[in-house]
C-alpha cells in the first residue's frame, strides 16, 4: 500500500483519483494477442482495473522487445497494434494504458537502478542464461540489462502489486531485492511491490496442438486472435484437435483437446471447464457453442479495433493522454531517486 493513499470511490478517471492499491503491467509487442492472452492477462486487468480503490496503469512494453533481433518497421506495427487492441478491450477507460517509451522517466530511473545492481546478478537471470546463451555472445547487452528497466516500470510508479506470468517471477524478486537495496541504502524511496497471479487462470493451449501453449509468437494456425473475424474463428474452432469419442467429458490428460476447448469455453462462460461441457452431445456441438461464444466476445473488440485503426490521430492522442498522465505519476518518483543518489538538479536547460 501506498503511504499516501486513501481509498475513495469517485468517477474521477483513474490518473488521478486518490486510490490504495495502484497495479501496474506490461505487455510486450511481440505480436497478435490472442484467447489466451485474453482469458490469462486482458480481462484480469479489466477486472482488476473496474474494481474500487485499485489504479491500474497498463503500458505497450516496446522497449522490451528490442532486446533481441528486431526490425523497426515490425515494431512499429506490432506496438499500434497492442495499444489499439487493449483500448478496443476497454483497457483505456479504467486504467491508464501508454507506450513505455513515451514516458523517459522508465529509462531514466533504469540508469540509477543499474548504479544499484551486480553484474553477477543480473547474469543469474534465468532467461538471460537461457537466451544468451542460445545466441553465444552476439546478445544485445540490453538482454542483461532489461531486467532493471523492468525494476524501473514498476518502481517508479511506487506500484503496490504487479501481475506477473511464471516467466517473470525472478524478475520481480529482483526488482524487490533493487528496492530495498535502494532504501536501506539511499532511503525510503520505493514501494516494494507484491507479486499476483491470476486466479488459477487456465493456460489455453494451441487448437491445432494441444501439447504446446498458445503464443503469440508461435503458430497462428493453432491461435484465435482477438482481432480475427467471425469467419477465421470458426475455421480456427473447426479445425481444432479432439478425438474420436463421441461422449464429451472433461480430462486433460487423456483428452487435452477436448479439455482445452472446455477450458476456453469455461473462461469464457465463467464456468468450470467440466460444466462448460454439461448438455453438449459430440465435439461438433462444443465447437459450435465455442465459435458462437468467441464471437460474441469478440465482436466489440473487433469492431472497437476496426474504429481505432480508420483514426491513427485518435489513436495517437489516446496513447499521448495516457503517457501524460503516467508521467505525471512517475516524475516525483525519479526527483526523490536523483536527489536520495546526490545528483544535483540544476532544472532544465532554456534556450
Ligand atoms: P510469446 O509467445 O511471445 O511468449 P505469449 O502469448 O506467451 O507470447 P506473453 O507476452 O508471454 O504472451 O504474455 C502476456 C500475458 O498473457 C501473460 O500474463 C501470460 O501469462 C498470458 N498468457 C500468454 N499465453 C497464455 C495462454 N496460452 N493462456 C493463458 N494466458 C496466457
Ligand atoms: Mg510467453
Not at 474494481?51 to 497498463?58: A, P
Request: proline share 6%; glycine share 8%.
Amino acid at each position: 500500500m501506498t503511504a499516501t493513499a486513501t481509498a475513495t470511490a469517485t468517477a474521477m478517471p483513474a490518473a488521478t483519483g486518490g486510490v490504495s492499491t495502484r497495479v501496474v503491467t506490461g505487455l510486450k509487442p511481440t505480436g497478435r494477442l490472442h484467447v489466451g492472452n485474453y482469458v490469462g492477462a486482458v480481462r484480469p486487468l479489466l477486472d482488476l482495473a473496474r474494481s474500487v480503490g485499485t489504479q491500474t496503469l497498463v503500458f505497450v512494453a516496446d522497449l522490451h522487445a528490442m532486446t533481441v533481433e528486431h526490425d523497426p518497421g515490425r515494431l512499429r506495427d506490432q506496438t499500434r497494434e497492442l495499444a489499439a487492441t487493449l483500448l478496443a478491450c476497454g483497457l483505456g477507460d479504467d486504467a491508464t494504458l501508454f507506450l513505455q517509451s513515451a514516458v523517459p522517466a522508465h529509462t531514466g530511473l533504469a540508469y540509477l537502478l543499474e548504479c544499484t545492481a551486480g553484474y553477477g546478478e543480473m547474469a543469474r537471470m534465468i532467461q538471460f542464461k537461457e537466451k544468451a546463451g542460445a545466441e553465444r555472445g552476439s546478445a544485445r547487452l540490453s538482454l542483461l540489462t532489461y531486467p532493471t528497466l523492468m525494476a524501473a516500470d514498476v518502481l517508479v510508479y511506487r506500484a503496490d502489486v504487479v501481475p506477473v506470468g511464471d516467466d517473470q517471477r525472478q524478475h520481480l524478486e529482483l526488482t524487490r531485492t533493487l528496492a530495498r537495496r535502494f532504501n536501506a541504502r539511499y532511503g525510503e524511496v520505493f514501494t516494494v511491490p507484491a507479486a499476483a497471479t491470476p486466479p488459477s487462470a487456465a493456460r489455453i493451449r494451441s487448437l491445432r496442438d494441444p501439447a504446446a501453449k498458445m503464443g503469440k509468437s508461435s503458430s497462428a494456425d493453432g491461435s484465435v486472435h482477438l482481432i480475427d473475424p467471425p469467419v477465421r474463428i470458426a475455421a480456427a474452432v473447426r479445425s481444432a484437435v479432439t478425438d474420436l469419442d463421441p461422449v464429451l467429458s472433461y480430462d486433460p490428460e487423456l483428452r487435452p483437446g477436448v479439455a482445452n476447448l472446455a477450458e476456453l469455453l469455461g473462461a469464457l462462460t465463467g464456468r468450470t471447464p467440466h460444466s462448460a461441457l454439461a448438455g453438449l452431445r459430440g465435439a461438433g456441438a462444443l465447437k459450435a457453442a465455442l465459435t458462437e461464444v468467441l464471437v460474441e466476445t469478440l465482436r466489440p473488440v473487433r469492431s472497437r479495433y476496426a474504429e481505432l485503426v480508420a483514426d491513427p490521430a485518435e489513436l495517437d492522442r489516446r496513447m499521448a493522454r495516457g503517457a501524460a498522465a503516467a508521467a505525471a505519476l512517475a516524475a516525483p518518483t525519479l526527483a526523490a531517486v536523483r536527489a536520495a543518489m546526490g545528483i544535483v538538479d540544476v532544472g532544465q536547460a532554456s534556450m
